[in-house]
């Protein structure tokens, strides 16, 4: 890749390919993975109480739905905010939401908390298009999340849930890209920065047998 225009249309050839492979899945394969991915989050949020707010995302487009498991944190007494857009090329606002909360069609007609107050997540669970062994993701191509992520004044615990098909070799990440801190499939947990770390240890020990 030379730059950013030619990494731009590449992105955008793989998020058609990558939408289109995951909306051709059969819903019991999506259901399967979804009951898979479940309870690896719920355990994952769980070791990290106590939490005051955890970021969600209404499901699109074949993603991991998480709503079953919002529904049992609320239940539990966790507070819970989904993003919404409310200005382009500007960070996502999180807005406090709970079951039979009033919503209204926001960007791509996403369902969006009415009027319920702005909070601020110290979790943000975050859907995957595509992602790498980095933890970067790919998206829809807003940015919106990148840019939440990169806003002051603290940065909240990043996870991006998505199906293993979504893996790729890299993204070709820009200074702009935000990696996740951890990445959620049916199949694993990945934690980019002790697993390269773990392949730097890995790679100096084979140095040394050298």
Excluded at 23 to 47: G, S
Excluded at 52 to 77: N, V
Excluded at 89 to 111: D, T
Aim: charged fraction near 25%; charge should be positive; proline fraction near 11%.
């Amino acid at each position: 890749m030379q730059g950013w225009p030619e990494v731009r249309a590449w992105r955008k050839a793989e998020r058609a390919r990558l939408l289109a492979q995951r909306l051709a899945l059969p819903r019991a394969q999506r259901e399967a993975w979804n009951d898979a991915i479940t309870p690896r989050l719920a355990a994952l949020l769980r070791a990290r109480e106590p939490l005051r707010t955890i970021g969600f995302y209404w499901p699109f487009k074949g993603e991991y739905d998480p709503r079953p498991l919002m529904r049992a944190l609320h239940d539990a007494g966790l507070r819970l905010a989904l993003p919404v857009v409310v200005e382009r090329a500007k960070p996502l606002v999180f807005r406090a939401w709970w079951p039979g909360i009033p919503m209204v069609p926001g960007v791509w007609n996403i369902p969006v908390p009415a009027g319920s107050a702005a909070v601020r997540p110290d979790v943000l669970v975050a859907p995957l298009v595509g992602f790498d062994a980095r933890g970067y993701r790919l998206g829809y191509g807003g940015g919106y999340y990148d840019r939440t992520l990169g806003a002051p004044p603290a940065r909240p615990l990043a996870i991006g849930v998505g199906f293993e098909l979504a893996a790729l070799g890299t993204i070709h990440p820009q200074p702009h890209d935000v990696p996740m801190d951890l990445i959620i499939t049916p199949e694993r947990t990945l934690r980019p920065e002790r697993d390269a770390a773990a392949r730097e240890r890995e790679g100096m020990g084979e140095a040394c047998r050298e």
